[in-house]
């Protein structure tokens, strides 16, 4: 049978390059940097990226997800590496189906 629209999905290869692709990640490192160049507490830096990336808040479950990846991903970096959480924490919503598709 047919359908009227077509099912919103995607194939490994997609979340694959954004994974790895090197203009993803330098996209990332932009917005990374971009968003170290302000003295903006990590709350109002999460709630930025959500309203640029989605054109809304993050609800408080995201907000406290996001504050558990980043130290997570702090941890994993080293704490003098703030430029690369913030990095892998935008290359994160890149990945987002939100991000990814429009509604």
């Given at each position: 049978?047919?359908?009227?629209?077509?099912?919103?999905?995607?194939?490994?290869?997609?979340s694959?390059?954004?994974?790895?692709?090197?203009?993803?990640?330098?996209?990332?490192?932009?917005?990374?940097?971009?968003?170290?160049?302000?003295?903006?507490?990590?709350?109002?830096?999460?709630?930025?990226?959500?309203?640029?990336?989605?054109?809304?808040?993050?609800?408080?479950?995201?907000?406290?997800a996001?504050?558990?990846?980043?130290?997570?991903?702090?941890?994993?970096?080293?704490?003098?590496?703030?430029?690369?959480?913030?990095?892998?924490?935008?290359?994160?919503?890149?990945?987002?189906?939100?991000?990814?598709?429009?509604?």
């Open positions: 049978s047919t359908l009227g629209r077509r099912d919103a999905t995607n194939v490994p290869g997609q694959l390059a954004l994974l790895n692709d090197p203009f993803v990640i330098e996209q990332a490192e932009r917005w990374a940097d971009d968003l170290l160049k302000t003295d903006e507490p990590a709350d109002a830096r999460v709630r930025r990226m959500f309203e640029q990336a989605f054109g809304r808040p993050p609800s408080e479950q995201e907000t406290a996001s504050h558990a990846y980043l130290a997570d991903i702090a941890r994993e970096h080293g704490r003098d590496q703030e430029p690369l959480v913030w990095r892998d924490f935008a290359q994160s919503l890149f990945n987002l189906k939100e991000f990814i598709y429009v509604r």
